[in-house]
């Protein structure tokens, strides 16, 4: 495809993000599908600059105004990823000069606004909550591309095995920081064709992720609920952790959601998964396990500004009144997650949002109303339990927090209590 058709289409993509209807994900497979006459090169640039876009949508707006032609392609001049003589091919007489000019601005003296590229409300509660110098220090390192993170499944393979595979096929990888089964790697090569990846011996599952699972701490024989499944990345950790052993429930209300666990849960060897659709968080299968279950897993739907690095949109498509649904809900699943626990189990209580009213404020008010049953547990003593090194620094009030800055994983958060 020539130049100026790739930035036509790259523009038609803008055109459907957006409006921010749906994911930006799903936007963009629904548009590969499309148009699968682009190649791997071309489906790249396209991809890398539309999230460029949205992570840095304020800005580019703020400059996209002086600029001349349809706004989505001034966007797409902006926030161009691919080739940078392929892109230059494609301008027209004038854009040239306008975008030289653009690229010479001083982020420095441009509004805050347009240098921490977030709505007003979320930079207002994350400034409120952190303070000016931890904001600041914050606000950039969100609009930073995450790094790939693999969990290497120690049912089947070693982490320093598939690491050497992986060199081998070019593919360069170091262990993460924290987690004991992690590898972060140097780019994002392919690697759904990978031997190690075919036969089951990693899957792709942020560093931040892991930890939530070592948190959890599953031990063999043990019955097991991970109650806010989704595709199951978690749900295959905790079962890994278990190896093999004891009964691991994989609940969530998304039977769409659980369908994606099906290939997964076929490559990693488990056998002691049990995947169920709930219809709502009083399901009659929690009324069956009641006071029955050692250890559940709530990694509770929420805002997912945890994740903006990956899903840069969420800052556009959430609201204060889409946090205040969520909270309402988390507290709600975490109140009948709560019930399933036998005396001495473990509840952890994790979300990836960075907002104080997703994840201290319900665990305060689950604590709160719990009249006593279940004594909060220090997450940092836990980890090292788990043999997290260093885990003290992931400590935040005896809670989880893991923050992209600080951490270089997605925000996550997490509190753990006993049942007395």
């Given amino acids: 495809?020539?130049?100026?058709?790739?930035?036509?289409?790259?523009?038609?993509?803008l055109r459907r993000l957006l409006p921010f209807e749906a994911p930006a994900d799903a936007v963009v497979s629904a548009f590969f599908r499309q148009h699968r006459n682009l190649g791997p090169r071309e489906r790249h640039a396209l991809a890398e600059t539309a999230y460029a876009v949205l992570r840095r949508r304020r800005l580019f707006q703020h400059l996209a105004q002086s600029g001349r032609g349809p706004m989505e392609r001034r966007l797409v001049l902006l926030g161009w990823q691919g080739d940078a003589a392929f892109l230059r091919a494609a301008l027209a007489d004038g854009e040239a000069a306008w975008l030289e000019h653009c690229r010479g601005i001083d982020p420095q003296a441009l509004p805050d606004k347009l240098r921490h590229n977030l709505p007003d409300w979320l930079a207002g509660a994350l400034r409120e909550q952190l303070g000016d110098a931890e904001f600041d220090a914050l606000?950039?390192?969100?609009?930073?591309?995450a790094p790939l993170d693999l969990r290497v499944n120690l049912l089947k393979a070693r982490r320093e095995a598939v690491r050497d595979e992986l060199a081998a096929a070019g593919i360069g990888a170091e262990p993460t920081r924290w987690s004991p089964w992690g590898l972060r790697l140097a780019g994002k090569p392919a690697l759904?064709?990978?031997g190690p990846f075919e036969r089951g011996e990693f899957e792709v599952q942020d560093e931040g992720s892991q930890l939530l699972v070592l948190l959890t701490d599953p031990k063999r024989g043990e019955m097991v609920v991970d109650f806010c499944a989704g595709a199951g990345g978690k749900t295959l950790a905790l079962g890994a952790?278990?190896?093999?052993t004891g009964r691991l429930y994989a609940w969530d209300t998304s039977a769409h959601r659980l369908d994606a666990l099906k290939p997964r849960?076929?490559?990693s060897g488990l056998s002691n998964v049990h995947p169920a659709q709930l219809a709502h968080e009083r399901d009659d299968r929690i009324k069956r396990l009641a006071g029955k279950v050692q250890r559940v897993l709530v990694d509770a739907p929420c805002s997912g500004l945890g994740t903006l690095r990956r899903n840069p949109d969420l800052k556009w498509r959430q609201s204060p009144a889409s946090v205040a649904e969520l909270q309402a809900k988390q507290r709600s699943i975490l109140a009948s997650a709560g019930r399933l626990l036998a005396p001495g189990g473990r509840l952890v209580y994790a979300t990836c949002s960075l907002l104080r009213a997703e994840n201290e404020a319900v665990a305060e008010a689950f604590t709160a109303d719990a009249g006593g049953q279940f004594e909060p547990l220090p997450a940092a003593r836990l980890l090292e339990q788990a043999g997290v090194p260093g885990a003290a620094e992931l400590d935040a009030a005896g809670h989880l927090r893991l923050w992209p800055?600080?951490?270089?994983?997605?925000g996550f958060f997490a509190a753990v209590w006993q049942r007395r």
């Fill in 241 to 244: 952790a278990m190896r093999n």
């Fill in 139 to 145: 606000a950039p390192a969100l609009l930073q591309p």
């Fill in 192 to 194: 759904n064709r990978l």
């Fill in 265 to 267: 849960l076929a490559r």
């Fill in 1 to 13: 495809m020539g130049p100026n058709a790739l930035v036509d289409r790259c523009a038609e993509l």
């Fill in 405 to 410: 800055h600080r951490h270089g994983t997605d």
